[in-house]
C-alpha cells in the first residue's frame, strides 16, 4: 500500500511564503515523479510543479508560478517539496501531492496515487 502525505499548509499575507513538504511511503520503487496540484472550488485540480526522477532530475511548473516557486526533492527519502514565495490571493487552494510513474502520467486520471491535500490561504 502506497500512501502520500502533504504537510505545511497555513495561512500567510500577500508576499508571503510557505514551504510545503510531501513524503510517500510503502511501495514506491517503480514510481519516479512526486508532483503538487491545486484545487479552488468549481474548479478543476490544476497542475503546479514536479519532481521527475527519470533518467536523473528534472523539474518542471506551470507557468503562473515560475519565478515564484521551488519544486526539489530527495529520491531517496521519497520526499519533495515546494517553496512558494511572493504569494498572492490566487494562490489559495488546497495543495495536493501526487505520486506517479513519471512526469507524463501525472495527468492520467487513473494511475498515481494522490494525498489528501493541505490548505494554503493567502489574504489580501
Known amino acids: 500500500q502506497v500512501q502520500v502525505v502533504e504537510s505545511g499548509g497555513g495561512v500567510v499575507q500577500r508576499g508571503g511564503s510557505l514551504r510545503l513538504s510531501c513524503t510517500a511511503s510503502g511501495r514506491t520503487s517503480e514510481t519516479n515523479a512526486l508532483g503538487w496540484f491545486r484545487q479552488t472550488p468549481g474548479k478543476e485540480r490544476e497542475f503546479v510543479a514536479t519532481v521527475d526522477w527519470t533518467g536523473g532530475y528534472n523539474t518542471y511548473y506551470a507557468n503562473s508560478v515560475k519565478g515564484r516557486f521551488t519544486v526539489s526533492g530527495d529520491s531517496a527519502t521519497n520526499t519533495v517539496y515546494l517553496q512558494m514565495n511572493d504569494l498572492k490571493p490566487e494562490d489559495t487552494a488546497i495543495y495536493y501531492c501526487?505520486?506517479?510513474?513519471?512526469?507524463?502520467?501525472?495527468?492520467?486520471?487513473?494511475?498515481?496515487?494522490w494525498g489528501q491535500g493541505t490548505q494554503v490561504t493567502v489574504s489580501s
Open positions: 501526487k505520486l506517479a510513474r513519471s512526469a507524463v502520467w501525472l495527468e492520467d486520471r487513473d494511475s498515481g496515487v
